[in-house]
């Protein structure tokens, strides 16, 4: 009985996804608002924290790479801590979870494109796709992609303005910059510039 269950749960996800990936707002209903999931919904990053962990310590250079961890970890939980911050002062707490949760499972959406866009550029057009600026376009258009995309579950899922939505997303999108920023200038200045193009791409930088 628990194997369709679970089954179930994934098709809606999933729907739900592609739902609001399109615009359409009943996709929110897809999800639940249970800590449970939205506990699924953050296992997937965290598996890759705990993977890259391992990897780190396996490895010479430690320091920067468990910087580089941290980072990651730091920028899985921004935006549960400050949209939940915003939720409570606009007094949406009760619809908080199942936003959080919609909006950290569509995260992958943006992934997803990237990655099938490269390789059947790759496939198709190779004259094209071959080139390094393909793949820094492909990524850049996958960044704004998923910031629109994250801006319009915020607004449907907390039931608030496009401008509370811009003002919550950017804070997170703010945030994480200056934290890039911080961990550059000071030692072992992590990252280098060829990296900040991941700041708001953190899966895509991680796989």
Not at 87 to 93: E, F, G, L
Request: aromatic share 14%; hydrophobic share 55%; net charge positive.
């Amino acid at each position: 009985m628990s194997q369709p269950t679970r089954q179930g749960n994934a098709h809606k996800i999933i729907q739900g996804m592609f739902l609001l990936a399109s615009g359409r707002r009943e996709g929110i209903n897809n999800f639940a608002g249970t800590t449970d999931a939205f506990g699924a919904a953050l296992a997937p990053q965290l598996a890759f924290v705990l993977i890259n962990l391992f990897a780190v310590l396996a490895s010479p250079g430690k320091i920067t790479g468990l910087i580089q961890v941290l980072m990651f970890l730091c920028k899985i939980l921004l935006p549960v801590v400050v949209s939940e911050f915003y939720a409570r002062r606009w007094q949406r707490s009760n619809l908080w979870l199942r936003y959080i949760t919609a909006a950290t499972w569509s995260n992958w959406i943006a992934v997803f494109g990237v990655v099938i866009v490269i390789v059947a550029g790759h496939f198709l057009f190779p004259e094209f796709a071959d080139p390094p600026y393909f793949t820094a376009a492909v990524m850049m258009m996958g960044i704004i992609g998923d910031v629109v995309l994250q801006w319009y579950i915020a607004r449907v899922g907390l039931v608030i303005s496009g401008f509370k939505a811009a003002l919550l997303y950017g804070s997170v999108l703010v945030i994480t910059g200056l934290m890039y920023v911080v961990a550059y200038i000071l030692p072992p200045h992590y990252p280098s510039p060829d990296d900040l193009m991941k700041v708001f791409f953190h899966r895509a930088g991680a796989a």
